[in-house]
T-cell receptor, first 111, second 115 residues
């Protein structure tokens, strides 16, 4: 069975700083992996997805993630944080059509 | 295309009552899944429907049920509500065209409060 682990329930950065949110997966088969963002009182918005076509995946709002099989990781990065990036971020893997979510990382951005 | 819509957005019920939540998927999407989100348990899969049939089910008691109609719209029902059922219930849809479209698109959720 697949599992997804997000390291760090809270991450704080200054505006303009690098954003790095960590995700590790556990899977015996090549996974489909996703990053979602959730703003307060809203549903989940898909940021990007990995489907084995390319290891570096670019998403919306300047985010990207790199799939590293040797490290079983799929970390999310953004070169320069904006205040509007403050939200909760979820890493997820797909298993038989259902999404297995990590516990989420709340990103705070300080001016 | 319009996104996934869920009604109602907010609901307050009393313990012991039952509730029905509704979800309309993105046009052309045939698969609808439901998730429960709580601060303690995070995001948990409830069930998936495809072509009016439940295709996959999570580890929830039988009080949680769902169905899908011929137009792909879906409802979920929770009977004999408990305080612990208070949560954000999210509906998600995906095309399921047989390719690699495993990403799911989420609605805004229904916030259920049980008192």
């Amino acid at each position: 069975a697949q599992s997804v682990t997000q390291l760090g329930s809270h991450v704080s950065v200054s505006e303009g700083a690098l954003v790095l949110l960590r995700c590790n997966y556990s899977s015996s088969v090549p996974p489909y992996l996703f990053w979602y963002v959730q703003y307060p009182n809203q549903g989940l918005q898909l940021l990007l997805k990995y489907t084995s076509a390319a290891t570096l995946v670019k998403g919306i709002n300047g985010f990207e993630a790199e799939f590293k099989k040797s490290e079983t990781s799929f970390h999310l990065t953004k070169p320069s944080a904006h205040m509007s990036d403050a939200a909760e971020y979820f890493c997820a893997g797909s298993q038989r059509g259902q999404l297995i979510f990590g516990t989420g990382t709340r990103l705070q951005v300080f001016p | 295309k319009a996104g996934v819509t869920q009604t109602p957005r907010y609901l307050i019920k009393t313990r012991g009552q039952q509730v029905t939540l509704s979800c309309s998927p993105i046009s052309g999407h045939r698969s609808v899944s439901w998730y429960q989100q709580t601060p303690g348990q995070g995001l948990q899969f409830l069930f998936e429907y495809f072509s009016e049939t439940q295709r996959n089910k999570g580890n929830f008691p039988g009080r949680f049920s769902g169905r899908q109609f011929s137009n792909s719209r879906s409802e979920m029902n929770v009977s004999t509500l408990e305080l612990g059922d208070s949560a954000l219930y999210l509906c998600a849809s995906r095309p399921d065209s047989g390719g690699t479209s495993y990403e799911q698109y989420f609605g805004p959720g229904t916030r259920l409060t049980v008192t």
